[in-house]
């Protein structure tokens, strides 16, 4: 680790991930700047000790200010719009906070000779690829949120090579714990899951429930991240971050109920569009970076989660008034708010 770094920029740092990226990087003693719009994170996962900013990261002027005042060395970019199975429905806001606000937060950074740039971009970038996903693999992206991932890594090389910043981009994928959204209904399908379970209420399954992912628990994922923004060793890396082992939807439910110690009822709908069947990645350039620990077996994770659901209990879903583009097509659990 860089002991010369003492000053770094965390974007989304009231989300899910980029709260935990920030408990990590100041139990290391570092003075972190954290900032979020609170669109998709809440003010109370912001960890005490950091310096908290509500910023947008489409205000260009702002995003510029606030790089300038903080005078970052490493800045981690996590804020954004995370809703990949909407993304076909609100294409717009989707590339314009997740790309066009990269964008700014990028340039400005590259302004105030910020040193390294963490992306956290999304295993979304592979598509429909055959798994295991590796890094050297090209980018395929199948749906509009992995196109502005992929746009934000490409842009990053990019203007790496042109002006001299170094970067980490790490991929992770399927990330469930403590502090994760429970009234998203678009998006974290473990969430969901558990919310509607506690409620009692049958669970919507999309297409036939065998599509498989590695579901990665909060602390194989999180840490990583920070530690990689004060690793020369990770210097113009693109890494998969997360679980090894890929479980279907089906499996999942099944290790729900076993975590919940309660049976659920299942109902299967129409799959969602452009949702790719088999997504899990291959990891060994993780291992070799941060080392060969074992990564949370599900069961235990979801335990975890779980008892964190119960202890902060469940919220309601907070549905969006209108989708972009209004569209038959549309998932039927958000167009009758089923979820
Ligand atoms: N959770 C996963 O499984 C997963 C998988 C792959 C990649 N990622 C990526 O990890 C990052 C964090 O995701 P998360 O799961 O913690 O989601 P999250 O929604 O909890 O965190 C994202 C944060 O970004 C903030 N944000 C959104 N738009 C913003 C804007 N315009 N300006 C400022 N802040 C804004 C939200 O308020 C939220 O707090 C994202 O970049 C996401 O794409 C997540």
Redesign the pocket.
Known sequence: MSEDIKRVAV??????????VVDWLLAEGLEVFA????????IE?VPDGCHFEE?????RDGVERWIQDVRPQVVY??????T?GRSQFTPISAT???LV?YMYVLTSSLRAGVEKMVF?????VYGAQTPPFTEDMPRAPVDI?GLA?ASSEHATEILAAVHGLRYTM???????GP???LS?PY??VVAIFITRALKGEPIYIYGDGEQRRSF?YISD?APQIARSGLMAETDGQIINV?ATEDYSINELVDALEDALDMPIAREFVPDRPQEVKLAWCAHDRARKLFGDEPTTPLDEGLREMVAWVREVGIRPMNYLQELEIDSPDAPVTWTKRLI
């Open positions: 974007t989304g740092a009231a989300g899910f991930i980029g709260s935990h900032s979020d719009d609170l669109s998709g994170g809440f996962n910023l947008d990261v489409r205000d970019h996590l804020a954004a719009d995370a990949e314009e906070r997740n606000g956290v971009s999304s295993l979304s949120y991932k790490l991929r992770p994928h399927n990330v469930y502090r994760q959204c998203d998006r974290n990665s994922v997360g």
